[in-house]
Every structure is written in C-alpha cells, then in structure tokens.
C-alpha cells in the first residue's frame, strides 16, 4: 500500500506544478511594483506566523502524554484553548479595531511566544495558562492580519482586484508549503536530532520572533475606528448591529462557522476514519498530502479570482457541495464496502477511498480561505472588521468545544455525516447570499444610519 501513498503525494505535486507553470494571460494580473513590494513583504510575515503555528501541531498532544496527562486532561487543555479563543480571543481580537491591527499583530506573537515558552513545564496549572495564550493568539491571527492587510491596501490605493492575489499566494504558501516544509522540519528537529518533542516550540518561537521584527520595522498602523469616544462595548454593539441589520454579513458568519466547525471536526477524525482496526498508515506523509492538495486548492482560487467573469459567491456553491459529498464517504463506505476485520496491517480499501476523499475536501479547503477572505473583504465595514471577524469565531469555538467533549460518545459515521449536513447547508445558505448581494447592488447598506442609531456620528466604510 505504500506504492497508493506515493502515487496519489505524486500526482498531486505534479498537477500542482502544471496549474502553477501553466498560468496565461488570463490567469494572471497585472500589478505595480508598489504593490509586489508590499504583497511580498506581507507574505513573508504571514509565512513566518503560519510556521510559528504550523511547527506546534504535530506535537502538541504527544507532549502532554509525554508528560503523563491522560486523554481526559489532554481534552481539557485543547477545550481550554478553544474557549479562550472564543472569550478573551472575541475580547483582544475587537480591540485591533479601536488601538490598531499592527498592534494587534504584535500582540500576537508576543502571546504565542509565552505559550510556547510554557510548554516547557510539566506543570498542568502552567500548560494551561499556554492553552489560554494560545487560544487568544488563534483568534488574533485568523483576524488581525486580515485587518490589517485589507485597511492597508485600500489606504495605499491598489486595486480591489489585486486583493485576490495576496489572499491566494497566502493560503497557498502559508497554509500549504510552509505547512509541509514545517512538519518535516518539526520531524528532524524533535526526532531525526533527538533535541525532543519541545524543540519544535522553542523553533516556533524564533519564527514568530522574526515575524514580529519585521513588522515592527516595516509595517505602518491602521485602525477601523481611531475616535476616542468609543468604548469595547460600543464597539461590540456596533458589530452586533452590523450582522443584524445586513443579512449578507450575517450569511456570511454563517457560512464560515458551519465549513470551519466542518473542517476542525475533520482534523480530529481523519486519523480514526483511516485506521479503525489500528492500520499501520503514515501519519506525517499523509498529513503533508493533505496539504499539498490545500496548495492545489489555493491554486485553484487564484485562477477563479483573477477572472472578473466569475463570481466568487457563485463558485462557492459549487465547492461547498463538493465538500458535503467528501465528508459523506465515510458513511457510504461504511454501507457499501465491506469492512476489514484484521487488526494492523495496512490501509483497507474503504480507507483509500476516504483518502482520496479527503484530499478532495483539503482541495476545497485551498479554495475556501482565499475565497472568503475576499468575501469578507467585500461584506465586513472596515470600521469593526476584526470584532465582526471574531464574532464569527464564537459559533465556531463553541461547536469545537462541544464536538471536543462527546469525541466518543458518537460513532464517526454519525459525526461525519453531520458534517456532510453542516456544509450542504453552507451551500445553500451560499446560494442565497449570492442572491441577496446581487438584490443589494443598487442599494448599498446604510452604514451612516446604522452609527447614528448606536449614537455614533462618522459613517462606516462599508
């Protein structure tokens, strides 16, 4: 079975190779050098932030069990995590609005940093507080450094359009290659050297160190809203306002929370759905397969998002159900293939079909993060961006912790085929975003009307 493992990583990075070489005219953009200099240096950052996270995952569990702490506290610290990120992530996160997202970006690698430096204590009391930075870290890094990003390029003046770029070249490089280049090298480090399953936090560390120097040194201060009169909780109440009064904005964090609480609930299962009789399958190869089919998926995106023709909210559909069916297969081949009853060995024909599958929704996965940060882009005023972005994140956190805490209290079949409900759902709630952004042309929000009911004065930039 080792030849099925080579032959589908191969053809994977051979077709993500032609789709990058075999880019025309059509697919590419047409930029400043202004532009490249700041996508670049924004890219550079990302990358470094992406393996300050990526470096981590594949250790995390096995160190806490290296520590002693059975599979209940090792579930405890993960919900803490998740409900840090839901609590003080929302709390930290909306405050990039009003003190500024460079700020918050700074904040982020700080908080990272002293999570990572904690894992350096068998102490649960100690591991828990890093739980609980890194959670806050989590909300800031899928909020801030979009803020961030999209304030900065619509100060400097760049085309709309060129957006798309940043967000398809990020996902492909920071959640595909540095992903993969970061599990090999977390590999060599704690196992291929001996230095130990905390080293690869201690390298996190000097990444996110690095990030945070450059920009520091680079990197100018945005905000969404500098006035002085505006306190956290005005803010929440104006994000809050936001989703209620526009249904788009509210589609949308909807969308979100049911494919991301879809996708989370994936990573915990995966390893289970491929080897329920204890098969010998090589986690790390497989792990890097996925993400090199994320990479496919990303460069994917970029095609569909330099196309002015297509729609993003009508593509969107189309990946959403793709993605229904992928996670469905676990369930169909549970009825349809006729399970292995041997225990070991290697992976079983059902297994290869859901590896397959799962590739597949990893593909969906590249294009999704491109896509809805356009989306988002599009949709969030500018003004409460980051605290409208960590809204979003509570359905989410609170959907993880829960599936977190019944892991074995339902078959996978059953969990999988909610997510395969769950991200039907996400394409018809897509479809119908699609129509409403379209009714909604000629008549754009009324952000002015919005702030002077939450007794604000300046308008939003919608």
Known sequence: MEVFYYVVFGGLAMVVALLELSKTSKDRV??????????NNYLVVYSLMMAGDWLQGPYVYYLYSQYGFDKGDIGRLFIAGFGSSMLFGTIVGSLADKQGRKRACVTYCISYILSCITKHSPEYKVLMVGRILGGIATSLLFSAFESWLVAEHNKRGFDPQWLSLTFSKAIFLGNGLVAIVAGLFANLLA????????????????FLAIGMAIILSSWTENYGDPSENKDLLAQFKVAASAIASDEKI????????LFEGSMYTFVFLW??????????????????TFMLSSMLGSSIASRLLARQSLKVEGYMQIVFAISAFTLLLPV?????????TVKGGGISLGGCIQLIGFCTFEACVGVFWPSIMKMRSQYIPEEARSTIMNFFRIPLNIFVCVVLYNVDAFPITIMFGMCSIFLFMASILQRRLMAVADSHKSKPQDWSALKERDGEEEPLNA
């Open 271 to 288: 390893t289970p759905a491929l080897s329920p009789n204890d098969e010998e399958i090589p986690h790390g190869f497989i792990f890097a």
């Open 30 to 39: 047409s930029t400043s050098s202004a532009f490249n200099s700041f996508k």
């Open 191 to 206: 196992d291929n050297l001996g230095f130990g399953p905390v080293a690869p936090f201690d390298a996190a560390a000097c």
């Open 332 to 340: 169909l081949t549970s009825i349809l293939v006729a399970p292995s």
């Open 250 to 257: 509210a589609l949308l964090g909807a969308i979100q929370s």
